[in-house]
């Protein structure tokens, strides 16, 4: 089992940045898949981004170009968010995986609030 929690969110006006961390309680294993999902208000949770542990990243249509996942040690997984926009308001959740796996494990979530 694996527990992970998420930090950085918080207020920003539009055009600004946010910098999430995720730290899990334990190494991320090759073959498994760390990833950002968001979900505002009355929609469905959706993917943000992804990385695999030999540096594969994937990104949702809406935050390509603006938004970087990386992995800053064994343990701890960023997400580094810049000129965000409203429609970025959402709870940011951090989730682990197997390739091809489960749902695994997800995070607390950390409010992302983008005034315009």
């Known amino acids: 089992q694996v527990q992970l929690v998420e930090s950085g969110g918080g207020l920003v006006q539009a055009g600004g940045s946010l910098r999430l961390s995720c730290v899990a309680s334990r190494t991320i294993f090759s073959g498994e898949v760390m990833g950002w999902y968001r979900q505002a208000p009355g929609k469905q949770r959706e993917l943000v981004a992804t990385?695999?542990?030999?540096?594969?990243t994937n990104y949702a249509d809406s935050v390509r170009g603006r938004f970087t996942i990386s992995r800053d040690n064994a343990k701890n997984t960023a997400l580094q968010m810049n000129s965000l926009k409203p429609d970025d308001t959402a709870v940011y959740y951090c989730?682990?995986?197997?390739?091809?796996?489960?749902?695994?494990?997800w995070g607390q979530g950390t409010q992302v609030t983008v005034s315009s």
């Open positions: 990385i695999l542990s030999g540096g594969r």
């Open positions: 989730n682990l995986r197997q390739v091809f796996g489960s749902t695994g494990y």
